[in-house]
């Protein structure tokens, strides 16, 4: 059993940054890779990024070169660094587990989820 708390979210102004950590219970946090998503009102969860167990990482075309998703495996804790902020960036962030995401990286992948955290960007 894994258990995942979010936190780090909040109202940010565009452009500004926001970093958002994912704290993971269990001696398994190496076992899994690490994905946050996101999800806007009315909208379908989107996977934001992924880190693989190796570190291999996979960003949203919309997010590249502004986010960063990093993970320490000793603190058993993956990380969201946001910059260059965006009204569109607004929604809830999750951040979930899985032993493997596959090509599709489909919400319905996830072995585990944390219980969101709210980021709302302002124009």
């Known amino acids: 059993q894994v258990q995942l708390v979010e936190s780090g979210g909040g109202l940010v102004q565009a452009g500004g940054s926001l970093r958002l950590s994912c704290a993971a219970s269990?001696?398994?946090?190496?076992?899994?890779?690490m994905a946050w998503f996101r999800q806007a009102p009315g909208k379908e969860r989107e996977s934001v990024a992924i880190?693989?167990?190796?570190?291999?990482?996979y960003y949203l075309d919309s997010v590249k070169g502004r986010f960063t998703i990093s993970r320490d495996n000793a603190k058993n804790t993956v990380y969201l660094q946001m910059n260059s902020l965006k009204p569109e960036d607004t929604g809830v962030y999750y951040c979930?587990?899985?032993?493997?995401?596959?090509?599709?990286?489909?919400?319905?992948?996830?072995?585990?989820w944390g219980q969101g955290t709210q980021v709302t960007v302002s124009s």
């Open positions: 880190i693989s167990q190796s570190s291999r990482t």
């Open positions: 269990g001696r398994t946090f190496s076992w899994y890779a």
């Open positions: 979930a587990a899985a032993l493997d995401w596959g090509e599709t990286r489909r919400p319905d992948m996830a072995d585990y």
